[in-house]
C-alpha cells in the first residue's frame, strides 16, 4: 500500500472562540504534534483545501485562528462546536527554536500575524528560564482588528511590550506602525545574542526588516514567515515556488538572508 | 539485435502485446483541432500498429498518461475522503527521446522533490515503462539538442515506424520474444544531431543578477503580447503544477470528488491568496516567473539543467506566436548586459 500524504482525517471542533468580530479561533481535537510555526492543510468536503498556520496547541488539540477572507475560511466559520474539520499535516519548518533559546528574543507582529508565532510566545512564557528576556512588538490596524486580548495581557508580565494601533486611539496601545517602534529596542544591550521574529502581511515584512537593518540589526539573526497560496504543502502543486524555494517545504519561515531575496 | 517487420506483422505484435499491456501512443483525431478542418494528435490507448501516429509531433505532451490533465484524488460524503485508486494496467508507452526525457522532470517533481512521493504518480510510474520511437527531425520550432534532451537510455525498445511497417531494436530482455518470430535486422534507433533551432540558456550567477533580471524592461514586451491563457503549460511537456478543486455531483448532494487539476502560471489567480493582491499581476510578470523557472530556478534547486526539453509545443500552441526560444536567447542577452552592468565577467 502506498502512503497518500494528501488523505485528510475528520477532526472534531471541541470551541470556537470570537477573538475579534472577523477573527475566530477553532479548536479542534487531534493528537498530532506541532513544531512552533508550522502549519496544516484544512479541508471542507465540497468546499476545498487550504493552508492555515497552528495559532495554539495542547494535550489532544490544536487552534487555528482565521479570517473569513476565502472560499474555505468562509465554510469554517459557518462550523460550530461538535462538527468535523478536515486535517493533514503539519507541514513546514517552523521557527527555529534551537537559534532562540537562551538569548534575547524579540518578536514583531502585524495583525493576525500574531497567530503563528502565539504558540512559541505562551511557550515561553511558561518557561522563562529557558529565554534571557522577550520583547514583542505588536501592531493591529484598528480596535476591530486585536485578536488575543487575553495573552496580550498576560504577555504583559513578562514580556517588555509595545502594542499599537496603525491610526487609532487606545488605551494599553501607542499609535503608529510597528516599523516606528523598533528602534526601541535596547540593540546595544543585546551584543550578538539575539533572535527576531516578524511576521505579517508582505509589506509589513519588508518594511520591517529594512528598519531592522537601519537599526543595525543583523540580517542572520532574523527571521521572517512566508504565507502563500498552496494546493499540496507537499511540494508538487508549484503554487508556493518562489525561484528554487518552496515555501511548503523550506519555509514558511526564512532567514533574511534567503527572505530578502525571495521575489515573486 | 533489430527486426523488421511489415504492416501485417507490426498490427500482430501491437494486438500480442496488448494482451499484457496498455499500450499509450500519439493518435490522431481528425476534425478535433484548436482550429477548423484540423486534427488534433494526442496520447491515447492503442491496440494496433495503424493507430500510431507517427509522421508529425503529437499536439500534447506525453505527460497526459502519467499525470492526466484532470485526475480524481478522492471520493467524498460529509464524513470520510475514501482516496481513489484506480485499478491500472502495465503500461508501455511510446515516445520520443524528448518526450521520455521529460518524464524525468516530471518524476522529478512528483516522487524526488520534499518529504513525501506523490502516491498517485507513484502508482502510474510504476505500471509504466517506455518505448523509444525514433524522431524524424522533428520541426522548425524543436531545440532538443540544445537542452541535451535528443538521447535516452530509458526505454524496454526501440522503434522506427514508416508506411512498410516496423523496425526494432531489441533491448529489454523481457521483450524479446515477442520479437524472435520475425525477420532479423541491424537496426538501432537514431536519435537526432542537429536542429534548425539553437537555443543557449543563460548562467544566472548569484540572486543580485537574478533580481536585476527580474526588473529587466525585456519583460514588459510580455505585457502587451501575452494574452494569459495558459496554452503554452498545457502542450509543455514537462510543466507539473495543479490545483485542487472539489465536485459536487448535484447542486444538494453531499457526494462529490476531490479532483487534480493542471494549473498554469501563466493564467491570472495561479498566485492568489483569498483576501490577498496577486503576486505576479501582470502577464509580463508571469511570463518571467515561467521562464526563469525553466531556465534558472528548477537546475538551482536540483542541478539537472533545465526544465524543458525543447519539444516546442508551446511555441506552436501559442496563439500570440510567442516564441520560447527567442525568449530565452532574448533572456540570455539580458543577463549579459546585466552583468556588464555590475561588473561581471560573463
Known amino acids: 500500500m502506498i502512503r497518500n500524504e494528501l488523505q485528510p482525517a475528520a477532526c472534531r471542533i471541541l470551541s470556537v472562540k470570537h477573538e475579534s468580530v472577523h477573527e475566530w479561533t477553532f479548536r479542534v481535537a487531534t493528537d ?83 497567530a503563528p508565532v502565539r504558540s512559541l510566545l505562551n511557550h515561553y512564557y511558561d518557561h522563562m528560564d529557558e529565554i534571557k528576556d522577550i520583547h514583542l512588538i505588536s501592531g493591529f490596524k484598528n480596535d476591530e482588528s486585536i485578536v488575543f486580548t487575553e495573552d496580550l495581557a498576560k504577555w504583559k508580565e513578562k514580556f517588555t511590550t509595545i502594542y499599537a494601533l496603525d491610526n487609532d486611539q487606545k488605551e494599553g496601545f501607542r499609535t503608529g506602525m510597528v516599523t516606528a517602534f523598533v528602534s526601541e529596542i535596547p540593540w546595544k544591550d543585546f551584543g550578538e545574542d539575539y533572535t527576531v521574529l516578524v511576521v505579517g502581511p508582505p509589506p509589513m515584512m519588508k518594511f520591517t526588516g529594512l528598519e531592522l537593518l537601519k537599526n543595525g540589526v543583523k540580517e542572520e539573526n532574523i527571521w521572517m514567515s512566508f504565507e502563500r497560496k498552496m494546493s499540496c504543502a507537499i511540494g508538487k502543486c508549484g503554487h508556493c515556488r518562489i525561484d528554487e524555494v518552496y515555501v511548503c517545504l523550506d519555509g514558511p519561515v526564512f532567514m533574511y538572508t534567503v527572505a530578502k531575496d525571495l521575489v515573486d | 539485435m533489430g527486426y523488421r517487420l511489415n504492416k501485417e506483422q507490426s498490427n500482430a505484435l501491437f494486438a500480442k502485446l496488448s494482451e499484457k499491456y496498455d499500450i499509450y501512443a500519439p493518435k490522431r483525431f481528425p476534425k ?18 495503424d493507430e500510431v501516429e507517427y509522421t508529425e509531433k503529437s499536439t500534447y505532451p506525453m505527460k497526459e498518461v502519467l499525470n492526466p490533465v484532470h485526475q480524481t484524488l478522492f471520493y467524498f460524503n460529509d464524513e470520510d475522503y475514501h482516496e481513489a485508486v484506480k485499478n491500472l494496467r502495465p503500461m508501455l508507452i511510446i515516445g520520443r527521446a524528448c518526450d521520455i526525457n521529460a518524464q524525468k522532470i516530471q518524476e522529478r517533481i512528483f516522487l524526488g522533490n520534499g518529504f513525501h512521493e506523490d502516491a498517485y504518480y507513484r502508482r502510474r510510474h510504476d505500471m509504466a515503462k517506455f518505448v523509444l520511437m525514433e524522431c524524424n527531425g522533428g520541426t522548425d520550432t524543436c531545440f532538443c539538442v540544445s537542452m541535451n534532451a535528443n538521447k535516452t537510455d530509458d526505454y524496454v525498445f526501440g522503434l522506427k515506424f514508416s508506411e512498410n511497417g516496423l523496425e526494432i531494436e531489441s533491448k529489454d530482455a523481457e521483450f524479446e520474444p515477442y520479437f524472435s518470430e520475425y525477420e532479423k535486422e541491424d537496426f538501432k534507433v537514431k536519435f537526432v544531431e542537429d536542429n534548425q533551432l539553437t537555443v543557449t540558456p543563460p548562467v544566472i550567477p548569484d540572486k543580485e543578477v537574478l533580481n ?52 498554469s502560471c501563466q493564467v491570472a489567480g495561479f498566485d492568489q491568496m483569498a483576501g490577498q493582491r496577486e503576486m505576479r499581476p501582470t502577464a509580463g510578470d508571469r511570463m518571467r516567473y515561467k521562464v526563469l523557472h525553466k531556465f534558472h530556478a528548477y537546475d538551482a534547486r536540483f542541478h539537472e539543467g533545465p526544465m524543458c526539453v525543447g519539444c516546442g509545443r508551446c511555441t506552436d500552441h501559442c496563439p500570440q506566436f510567442i516564441a520560447l526560444s527567442a525568449t530565452v536567447n532574448k533572456m540570455s542577452k539580458a543577463v549579459e548586459e546585466i552583468m556588464k552592468e555590475q561588473g561581471k565577467e560573463c
Open chain 2, 32 to 49: 478535433q483541432g484548436r482550429y477548423s478542418d484540423t486534427d488534433v494528435i494526442k496520447y491515447d490507448k492503442v491496440t494496433s500498429f
Open chain 2, 212 to 263: 536585476a533580471l527580474k526588473k529587466h524592461p525585456m519583460w514588459k514586451e510580455y505585457d502587451a503580447r501575452c494574452i494569459s491563457c495558459g496554452a503554452c503549460t498545457m502542450a509543455c511537456s514537462t510543466c507539473t503544477c495543479f490545483t485542487t478543486r472539489d465536485v459536487v455531483y448535484t447542486e444538494n448532494a453531499d457526494n462529490g470528488e476531490r479532483r487534480r487539476v493542471s494549473a
Open chain 1, 32 to 114: 498530532i504534534k506541532v513544531s512552533h510555526g508550522q502549519f496544516m492543510q484544512l479541508s471542507i468536503p465540497r468546499v476545498g483545501e487550504a493552508p492555515i498556520s497552528v495559532s495554539m496547541q495542547g494535550d489532544g488539540w490544536l487552534e487555528f485562528t482565521l479570517r473569513p477572507v476565502g472560499k474555505v475560511t468562509n465554510e469554517i466559520f459557518e462550523k460550530k462546536a461538535g462538527e468535523y474539520l478536515f486535517l493533514r499535516g503539519p507541514y513546514g519548518n517552523g521557527w527555529p527554536k534551537h537559534r532562540i533559546d537562551g538569548k534575547h528574543l524579540v518578536v514583531i507582529t502585524g495583525g493576525t500575524g500574531l
